[in-house]
């Protein structure tokens, strides 16, 4: 199928590191992207992975890929308020991204 | 630069009517792809429209349809409109078919 999951909530204190997990379907798939959405927008773009890759880190953000397990992880060091948002991880097939329902992560004082 | 841009931001249409929604890619970005996005779920893939043609097409009934025009931009049709129709439409650009793609901040469409 082409059912990419993600667990729906996460809370996490201001100040600690947030991971969000990721399992996909296709093992042929290119690129492996995470989006954030905050209330009322459109999607935008984070960070993505090569497929031949394992680990990829932008500042606060590391992306881990386990292709064995269909795994892909997003880590947010020092998480801040303003990451408050839907996280959304997302595979490329052929022509298409395909998403995941989202995860949605609040972050408290 | 300019990003991604869609309009219009918010619409709102009757049951049966049709509507039209529009995007500009970035500048030099030859692929434009549709989404909708039901509220609490992830988007759904409709089309991708690259040099003009189209190369993909989602699990959407024949009463969407779509267009890409000579400077790239795109236009989004859904006929006969449906209140389940309603949702976010969100377009996509990207250099090629398979790159990163970037999105505009949707077309929010409620159907009444």
């Known amino acids: 199928g082409e059912d990419v999951e993600q667990s729906l909530f996460l809370s996490v204190r201001e100040g600690d590191s947030s991971v969000i997990n990721c399992t996909y379907t296709?093992?042929?798939?290119?690129?492996l992207y995470w989006y954030k959405q905050e209330p009322g927008a459109g999607l935008q773009l984070l960070t993505y992975i090569f497929s031949n890759m394992d680990m990829k880190q932008d500042q606060r953000l590391t992306v881990l890929l386990n292709k064995k397990d269909k795994h892909l992880s997003l880590r947010i060091a020092d998480t801040q308020t303003g990451d408050s948002a839907i996280y959304f991880c997302a595979e490329s097939q052929d022509d298409k991204l395909i998403f995941g329902t989202g995860t949605r992560l609040q972050v408290f004082p | 630069d300019a990003g991604v841009t869609q309009s219009p931001t918010h619409l709102i249409k009757t049951r049966g009517q049709h509507v039209t929604l529009r995007c500009s890619p970035i500048s030099g970005h030859k692929s434009v792809s549709w989404y909708q996005q039901v509220l609490g779920q992830g988007p759904q893939f409709i089309f991708q429209?690259?040099?003009?043609?189209?190369?993909g097409r989602g699990n959407f009934p024949d009463r969407f349809s779509a267009r890409q025009f000579p400077n790239y931009s795109s236009e989004l049709n859904v006929n006969a409109l449906l209140l389940g129709d309603s949702a976010l439409y969100l377009c996509a650009s990207s250099f090629l078919r398979n790159t990163e793609a970037f999105f505009g901040q949707g077309t929010r469409l409620t159907v009444v």
């Open positions: 429209y690259y040099e003009k043609e189209e190369r």
């Open positions: 296709d093992s042929s798939s290119t690129y």
